[in-house]
């Protein structure tokens, strides 16, 4: 499956505009509603929601974010994030 053609529309008319990787996530990275995304290092982590949280903003809202490390988690709003077991 492949993400809703409205954020692959997102994606292409913000392509100058934003950093390719963030732009490519988008494409490659959603499923339907979903993203998954592995990064190198937390910093990256919280640069990568960031830019998609800028990026979406017109029409979709990153939620229920999930990850391991806590430095991640703690730069996102509360009510943003999913519990993790």
Known sequence: MQPPQALLQI???SEQGHNPEVT???GRNFNVDDI???VTTEEKAVWLVDQLTELLKGGFQLTKVASTKRKLLVALPEDERRTLL
Do not use: E, F, H
Request: aromatic share 0%.
């Open 36 to 38: 998954l995304k592995s």
């Open 11 to 13: 994606a292409d008319d």
């Open 24 to 26: 490519n996530t988008v």
